[in-house]
Nanobody, 126 residues
Framework: QVQLVESGGGLVQPGGSLTLSCAAS????????IGWFRQAPGKEREGVSC????????YYANSVKGRFTFSRDNAKNTVYLQMRNLKPEDTGVYYC???????????????????WGQGTQVTVSS
């Protein structure tokens, strides 16, 4: 059974940093496409970053490019989202998602992912 558990969210001041973790079980992270998404109150879920299942290429939404970094630790079967220079508009619930058929992340689309974690709250506020 594919399971994903996010952690690492919290309250941080603008300009600060956080690293989110997504621990996977039931599958091997380097064989699956994995995405990070976020949802702010009253807004639609937004794709933030993604790594493809076939070649491990990473993609980022324009709003986070240069500030967020997606990484993967195959030994721990865990992926990470390192977030720097956080802004109030980065506030939301962050989710990781997985699917073995994700071979293209040029559009980070939630409909492409079948397994989801429960989410972790990130609040950027002074």
């Amino acid at each position: 059974q594919v399971q994903l558990v996010e952690s690492g969210g919290g309250l941080v001041q603008p300009g600060g940093s956080l690293t989110l973790s997504c621990a996977a079980s039931g599958f091997t992270v380097d064989w699956y496409g994995i995405g990070w998404f976020r949802q702010a109150p009253g807004k639609e879920r937004e794709g933030v970053s993604c790594i493809t299942s076939n070649n491990g290429r990473t993609y980022y939404a324009n709003s986070v490019k240069g500030r967020f970094t997606f990484s993967r630790d195959n030994a721990k079967n865990t992926v990470y989202l390192q977030m720097r220079n956080l802004k109030p508009e980065d506030t939301g619930v962050y989710y990781c998602a997985a699917d073995w058929l994700v071979t293209d992340c040029s559009e980070i689309n939630s409909a492409d992912f079948s397994a989801w974690g429960q989410g972790t709250q990130v609040t950027v506020s002074s």
